[in-house]
């Protein structure tokens, strides 16, 4: 089962009690592979409208997983957010995941953890939170995905991909080609990142990518709901030629 942790961090909404991922029969949640768009949340590229709203119009148009990122707030800050999310995701069957924060995570009862190069290493969080919680860690080189699957996680996102202004810190664009050499190194789950399009996803799932993970795609976009429709439909086209 889950831990349980104390809820003096945050408070989970009622009804998410933690309970064992394997018990669950929600296909989004326990299928990486098959999520499709995979949806990072970044506050400041709305364009000024509500993060949550442009959330909920996403989860509606058929995104089936959810990474709170917002780094520059603080831990409660994340936590009245998350709650926010969490009562979205389980209305619309989708997963929530928590960036870095296992202590947030675990005090909402979320879905999984998205791991960084800087974060716990994935041992040390899957010993925290069991087999219950979904662990990911973002990836920049064939070698970090290796040592992810080492680490016992159970899905990579990859990248960047392509130029983009969210991922300049991370080095210079991947390119496709980096999906084949993750892919020899790595049976689970690979979703790509980093200037994603829906005209980029053919190359994409072409190249060895399960979905993709997206932020301005949608974020930013004038009408996230059709932004979302045009990536989801994307992907499934794709991989139902790949």
Known sequence: MRPVASRALCTASEGNTPRDMSHREDHAICSPRD??????????????????????????AGVTAIQLREKDLHTSEVC??????????????????????VDVAMALGADGIQLTRKSL????????????????????SPADVGEAVAGGVDFVVLGPIYSTPSKIPYGP???????????AVCNLPILAI???????????????????????????????AAATRALVEAVAQAKAVE
């Open 173 to 183: 664009p991947l390119t496709p080609e980096v999906l084949p050499q993750g892919r």
């Open 121 to 140: 290493p994935p041992e040390a969080a899957r010993a925290l939170v069991g087999s219950a919680m979904l662990l990911g860690v973002s990836c920049h």
């Open 80 to 101: 009245r957010l998350g709650e926010r999310l969490l009562a979205l995701t389980r209305r619309a069957g989708a997963a929530l995941i928590i960036n870095d924060r």
């Open 35 to 60: 999520w499709g768009v995979y949806l990072v949340t970044d506050r400041k590229q709305t364009g000024g409208r509500d993060l949550v709203k442009v959330v909920e119009q996403a989860l509606a």
């Open 194 to 224: 980093g200037g994603i399009t829906t005209v980029r996803v053919p190359e994409i799932v072409q190249a060895g990518a399960d979905g993709v993970a997206v932020i301005s795609a949608i974020l930013a976009a004038p009408d996230p």
